[in-house]
């Protein structure tokens, strides 16, 4: 703890060199193993069984209400507003040029872009990005651990989790509104309600792959860390990673036989392996 009768400035940049120096952490190599399977699973047919009956519907509800040039606004309108946990997560990352281009895109579609309702900033040549306390934690040097499924939330790591308070008690304005209002049919969590249905509503263009997979469960969990591979090297994780988070490097891989299983799956669902089933 820093002495509380230090100059303020020194205390600022004593902050700022123990941020920049966990900044420089090597980041901890992926895990493919997954120790928690069995309970993961289990949670994982919750989640399925909660969206077919509840959260899909609604999702199917609110495109037939709105159409694609409102969706997307609606899209961006919450990209937007979100932006300041981006910002937030580059200065803890030490990427000052990030957290500028981050905020000069917030700026620019906050007023030209009608609050957001429009994305002019890409127009503009600001790329958008997106950063959590999760790829903040893995940039820091800090191991994923154990992959997790959790009721309601979805995939995400013993790292990844997180993001959840981190990033939705200090940063996310969302929840910092909801959590500073109180009105008497809980009206303050309308916002993430409809931003959490419209992301639904965007995943009905890839449940074909989900459902011609042999394996969902395992599909959702391989496409989650590798996504959250890609976003912690900016798109550009080390070749080597990859074949290890695949399993490519074992002596024991073996393509064919995956090969084979696929095919053994999907003679057995002629029905979902055409990828029908992402249409909605």
């Known amino acids: 703890m820093l002495h509380p009768r230090l100059p303020s400035w020194l ?11 966990l900044a420089g952490c090597t980041i901890a190599k992926p895990r493919n193993d997954d120790p928690l399977e069995k309970y993961n699973r289990k949670v994982y047919a919750f989640n399925d069984s909660l969206d077919k009956a509840v959260i899909r519907p609604v999702a199917v509800g609110y495109r037939k209400v709105t159409n694609p040039p409102v969706r997307r606004s609606v899209g961006d309108f919450f990209t937007n507003l979100r932006m300041p946990v981006t910002v937030a997560n580059d200065l803890l990352q030490a990427r000052p040029k990030q957290a500028l281009q981050s905020t000069g895109r917030f ?23 997106s950063n959590d306390f999760g790829v903040t934690l893995a940039r820091w040097g800090v191991p994923e651990g154990d992959y997790l499924m959790l009721p309601f939330l979805g995939p995400t790591t013993v790292r990844d989790v ?3 308070p981190v990033d939705g008690y200090f940063f996310d304005p969302l929840t910092i509104y909801a959590r500073n209002h109180s009105y008497h049919y809980g009206q303050q969590y309308l916002p993430q309600l409809v931003y959490l249905v419209n992301l639904r509503s965007r995943a009905f263009d890839a449940e074909g792959f989900l459902q011609s997979a042999y394996d969902p469960y395992v599909f959702v969990r391989d496409a989650y860390r ?11 994780p080390p070749a080597s990673l990859i074949e290890q988070m695949q399993g490519l490097d074992q002596d024991n891989f073996d393509p064919d036989q995956l090969l084979e299983e696929q095919h053994q799956w999907e003679n057995k669902h002629p029905d979902q392996s055409n990828g029908s089933g992402g249409k909605g």
Do not use: C, H, M
């Open 226 to 236: 590798q996504r959250r591979l890609y976003k912690i090297y900016d798109g550009n």
């Open 162 to 164: 997180w993001q959840v």
């Open 107 to 129: 700026l620019i579609n906050l007023t030209l872009g009608i609050g957001g309702l429009f994305d002019p900033a890409s127009s503009l040549g600001l790329p958008i990005e």
């Open 11 to 21: 205390r600022r940049a004593a902050v700022l060199g123990a941020i920049a120096v």
